[in-house]
């Protein structure tokens, strides 16, 4: 089969490999869309997130099939799965976990303490196992989940993203008419205010230097856009509102975007973390964080949320497919996804398709 490898920094080849039949845990799916993420444009320029050495959990090294956001249908089915069966079409959740750690068996699986490697390399599917750039992978039955009947595997592809910012909401304890505001309108971004407003806020504002991706936001119906180099972000919010908002959700990760949050956020609020942070960010934390009563709460990843998630997109069909902004093969994946992804601000989610 035809497969999107990655052998480390700038090396990406797309080879023929061959699949072994899944394991007895395993299903085995025929992708059908899997889509690009940042974190595979960090692998493809720095080698983040890569395996150099045999990974705990699966002893996997690079080369390694890219990809982790994806559907497909179950083509084959190990002996010890019985939740799904040859035909259903399934969402992937790409993480490693070994299931009896600590905080596996305490449900925060995404905190495994045996996916835990030396080099750093990441505990997901398109880092330590083979990912979803390729025709067929094998995964584990319980981290493959059916998509609610009639759902459009396309839109199966963007549940892994939209995981990410359910999961926010979560951790941040966003309730109906509580307003907030979203630091960078790249592809999390923008899902973060899409998913804040399904959930109920009142008035979400999105920043970010971008003009274009600000009019995306706006093409998806976030009314509220913000340029900082245009205006004070902080006089906006606080025109509408004098105390600030409930939350913000922190989704561009730079000193400069941190800052912001923390001006706009209202006293007792709460500054949810999103993004990576590239570099290490400085705060004042007596007068700025402490004495304003400011909670900051990080989220990484996921757990429990594939099968709501699910049905929340599946509940919103429209409004997520306008995040899907272009459909390649497995050929163009480097050229015309990963670089475009970087290049091209317009571009939200880029999905990959082993039928194009
Ligand atoms: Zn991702
Ligand atoms: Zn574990």
């Keep these: 089969m035809k497969?999107?490898?990655?052998?480390?920094e700038k090396d990406v080849r797309v080879e023929d490999v061959t699949i072994d039949d899944p394991k007895d845990d395993e299903v085995q799916v025929r992708v059908k869309y899997c889509g690009i993420c940042g974190s595979d444009l960090h692998?493809?320029?720095?080698?983040?997130g890569l395996p150099t050495q045999p990974y705990p959990l699966t002893g996997k090294t690079v080369p390694i099939t890219l990809g982790h956001e994806f559907s497909g249908e179950v083509v084959k089915v190990g002996k010890d799965v019985d939740t799904l069966k040859i035909g259903d079409d399934v969402a992937i959740e790409p993480l490693i976990a070994c299931g009896k750690c600590e905080n596996c068996r305490k449900g925060d699986y995404n905190f495994c303490n045996n996916a835990v490697a030396a080099d750093g390399a990441g505990n997901f599917l398109g880092f330590s196992q083979d990912g979803g750039f390729a025709e067929f992978a094998n995964v584990q039955g319980v981290f493959a989940h059916k998509l609610p009947e009639g759902m459009d595997p396309e839109l199966g592809a963007v549940a892994e993203p939209t995981a990410v910012v359910y999961e926010a909401v979560k951790r941040s304890g966003l309730r109906e008419g509580e307003n907030v505001a979203v630091m960078g309108a790249g592809p999390i971004g923008l899902l973060m205010a899409l998913l804040a407003k399904i959930s109920g806020a009142n008035k979400v504002?999105?920043?970010?230097?971008?003009?274009?991706?600000l009019a995306k936001a706006k093409e998806l119906g976030i009314e509220n856009t913000i340029n900082p180099s245009e205006e004070d972000v902080n006089e906006?919010?606080?025109k509408d509102l004098l105390n600030g908002v409930d939350i913000t959700f922190e989704c561009a990760g730079v000193q400069a975007t941190f800052d912001t949050a923390l001006k706009v956020?209202?006293?007792t609020g709460t500054l949810q973390v999103v993004a990576l942070f590239g570099k290490d960010v400085s705060m004042n934390m007596t007068d700025d964080v402490i004495m304003q009563g400011i909670n900051i709460t990080t989220t990484l990843c996921y757990n429990n949320s594939f099968p709501a998630v699910l049905g929340i997109i599946n509940n919103h069909?429209?409004?997520?497919?306008?995040i899907i902004t272009k459909e390649i093969g497995l050929d163009q994946d480097v050229d015309e996804g990963i670089k475009a992804l970087a290049e091209d601000k317009s571009q939200v989610k880029i999905l990959v398709s082993p039928d194009l």
């Design 317 to 322: 069909p429209d409004t997520f497919r306008k």
């Design 205 to 213: 504002y999105i920043v970010d230097v971008s003009k274009v991706r």
């Design 265 to 267: 956020t209202k006293r």
């Design 43 to 48: 692998a493809y320029l720095e080698g983040w």
């Design 3 to 8: 497969a999107v490898r990655i052998y480390g």
């Design 236 to 238: 906006v919010i606080r």
